[in-house]
């Protein structure tokens, strides 16, 4: 038994003995290729967002193509105000986000979304006007339209077409009691 594990002869086994462990290991162990996004319908939160604040609330009509929503929450913002933030993993797999409030002053809501309080120029999506705003660090684009009851923001890693293709699909919900 000692000649096994003696030596050049004892290295060479117990090498041998680990390296087909972890090719069993390699060839077992299940092989994840397959992209996996979670879903998350938010339907509820916006319909609960509704019910929560004085005015009509935005979202989107439908999803955009090959989209996944895969975020959404009712946050609390500044003074008070209600925030409602829905998540997506865009088709280009680069983050979007939408979100909106009430929040007074309008300016601090849309310059804490985008990182920046710095207009970089105008977009035109729907027939409305939109503010760009663009923070080159983060690689973070944000499209801003200042209504006023509400505070849109169309926020992300997402190119300047998909963010608009976002923000162009937004539709005011009728308010719900």
Known sequence: MR??????????????????????????????????????????????????VPYQVWAPRQDPADWVPNSNRIAKGQNGAQVLYLGYATAKREHAMFAQSDEKPAAEFANRMANSDKAVGTQEIGGQTWERRFREDKDQRTLVRALPDVTLVVTGTADWPELAELAGLLQQRPKTS
């Open 3 to 52: 000649r096994f594990t003696d030596g050049f002869y004892g290295y060479a086994v117990a090498l041998f003995i680990c390296l087909a462990g972890a090719a069993a290991f390699v060839l077992i162990a299940p092989q994840g290729r397959d992209e996996h996004i979670p879903r998350r319908d938010y339907s509820i939160t916006v319909a609960n967002f509704s019910h929560d």
